[in-house]
């Protein structure tokens, strides 16, 4: 079925297209008439009909008499023998054309995903599922079950990915492991995955390897977005979903992806990855390359950011659990995990070990998250290994993820003004020469030597190097728990945190004199 759509007056109404093929049969024979006749547009000779040139909207309209249709869901199941087509020509497919199919309406802070997905394209001895040359957009699909990629996105720019579920089945809450469902999406192009609206967001779970891998920069410069999508967990938006090792594997990106944002709208949810959630590889071409940035997410809980929903378990291994982020590069890290924006830091919880993990590389600016229930908040290693708390060197010459720029050490703690006012007394052991001054000192409270909340950020200038410094707060700011310290210097580079340790009692207020101390 052709039908030819007048652009004049659509612009404002959102994309126009000149015109749609209509699949109208499940089968996967080569059936491309495509003409008003029942059952001759197989989804395989849309696209080869839109490769030449007539169409460049793929919709739906498949009767339940088809043989593909799953009458227990209520959907409609394309499975593939070999590979479709390579879409040649820009091309939009939208499954929500299928009749009974609904668009999500759940805002992040009330769920996951209520999306009606009625098209499930699956592989069914094939190994990529949409693999295209043109620009793509894709909406409204559940696509699964293909051996290497279920969906490759090879067009350098103008690719759309929103309203999916991929890797899952049409429920979106079970993992579908047929055929080894390898990589959800591998992105060879600069793409949007995800959106801010209800409707855009995409359940990327329970693929048998890697969520989204994006090497985008064998195509392009141009970095991609995501942003308001599910990683890990079913579209309940708390079910974990086994089998993906990797939420978003970023290795040959092109730089200064946007992961997340400043508004709820464009937070991913990243819950029950096996290994992380985020690996960051790569080397930046210089310390000028924009930054990655990864922001305002919840990590390692469900959507309401309340239950625990652990990344980097790491099953295979239980014995080496990962970190939930993990940036592992040479040279500039080029990336920014948080930020003092409204709205920029995220959730960084429950990891089996570290919340982050700093390998090698410098200049990765971890602030404004919140840290909770992490085997360690933040992990900078000499190498790919993780290796636990480091311990303060003298003089801060050693080098490592972050230049393993030391802590803050906490000399005394003092209270005042009947216990009302609490001063405390630090230093940092870095000299002018090993560290970028001034550094900014983050004294946070939180358990297990993790900032939960800020209290305040503190300057510590040159010429304080190595000397102690004091600075006051409200004791009530500690709501009776201990205090949390990091250190970023000029250049970017967070420490771990200070530990707890060292002040069994919480900083319970004792009275005006008394002092606790190591």
Partial sequence: MRTLILLSGLTLLGPAYALEVTV???SDTLLDACTPAAADCSLRGAITFANTGGADRIVFDIPTSDAGFVSATQHWRISTATDLPVIATALSIDGYTQPGAQENTLTPDAGGSNAQLKIELHGAGS??????????????LVINGFTSSNLLINAPSGNLVEGCFIGTDVSGQNAVTANGNSQGI???GRATIGGITAA???VISGNGYIGVWDESGATTTLPSTYQGNVFGLGADGTTMLP????GLFMSGAAEGAQVGGDTIPERNLFGGNEVNAIYLSGNPASANTPLTRIQGNIFGSDWSGTLARPNGAFPAAANSPQATINIFRSGHCAVIVGGDGPGEGNLIAHGAAAGVQVSTCTHAALTGNIFAGNRIGIDLTPSSVADGPTTNDVDDADEGGNRLQNTPLIDSVVYSDSGATVTITYHVDSTITNAAYPLRIDVARGFGGQAFAPIMIDTYGGADAQQPRSVSFATSELMGQPLVLSATDADGNTSEFSSDLIFANAFEPQGNTDQVSD
């Fill in 127 to 140: 190994a990529i599922g949409l693999f295209n040359g043109g620009a793509l957009q894709v909406r409204g």
């Fill in 200 to 202: 855009a967001r995409n």
């Fill in 243 to 246: 089998g993906q090792d990797y």
């Fill in 186 to 188: 591998r992105l060879r």
């Fill in 24 to 26: 109208d049969t499940t």
